[in-house]
Every structure is written in C-alpha cells, then in structure tokens.
C-alpha cells in the first residue's frame, strides 16, 4: 500500500510538471490566447495601438508569441462584418533582404513599404528610435 502511495505522488509531480511545461508553451510561443488589446504595454512591452482605426470594429483582441530571446510579436486585430485589420509589432528587425523592403514597393519620399497580396494590402515600415518593426494587414471582405 505504502508503494502505491509513493507512485500517485510521481505521477501527480510528473503531470504537474508536464502540465506547466505546456502552459508555459501555449502562453509564450503560440498565438492561441486572445487577450484584450490593453494589456500590450503590460505582456510585452510594446505598445503599437493605433489612434485611428478606417471601420466600426465589432471584435478586437491580441496574440503574442515570442520569437526568440527578448524578442516578441504582437499582434493587434481589429474585426468587422466588412474588413479586417491587424497591425503587427516586433521587436525582431527583419534582414535587409527580405521581400517586404523590397524597394520598388517603397512609397517615394516616405519609409513605408506598400504590397498588395491574396486581397491584402501591407504596410510596412520601422521605427529606429524604438527599434520596432511594424506591419499593417488590411482586407476588406468581399459580399
């Protein structure tokens, strides 16, 4: 009886373990928790809200996930019946040779970066004084 006591107790420990393992997991490296877009600044210490959304929004939440060592993506969606925005910040500066900073997709005279794409449109630019790499994705769903 004593034996099987001490075996409860492993196995106790060990889903325990497992069980914060994956919290931690589906907390910090994945997209499946939506919280309320306040909390940004809080989570991770970005904070990308815009003043101005172009649509009456009806639904709006965010997803973090890391990708790295001090580095996470925020993702910010703001939800309609007719369009779709999501505006995303990371503090993760792509290579210089990626395609979206392609340079006949720059806006002459600005720093943004414009595509379009599978009915989206991209936005793309980075803020150097915050060291912040920022896309906006909008769609506008077809009737």
Not at 119 to 134: F, N, V
């Amino acid at each position: 009886m004593e034996h099987l006591r001490i075996t409860k107790k492993k196995v106790l420990k060990c889903l325990l373990t497992v069980g914060v393992v994956v919290l931690f997991f589906v907390i910090f490296y994945t997209t499946i928790l939506k919280m309320p877009i306040s909390w940004s600044g809080a989570w991770v210490g970005i904070e990308a809200e815009p003043g101005y959304i172009p649509f009456e929004y009806s639904k709006s939440y965010m997803t973090t996930s890391s990708c790295g060592k001090r580095c996470d993506k925020l993702k910010l969606h703001y939800i309609s019946k007719k369009a779709e925005l999501v505006i995303t910040a990371t503090d993760y500066v792509s290579w210089y040779n990626d395609p979206k900073w392609d340079k006949k997709n720059k806006i002459k005279g600005t720093k943004y970066f414009y595509k379009e794409k599978n009915g989206m449109q991209y936005l793309d630019w980075e803020e150097e004084k915050e060291e912040l790499e920022l896309t906006v994705e909008y769609k506008v769903k077809a009737n």
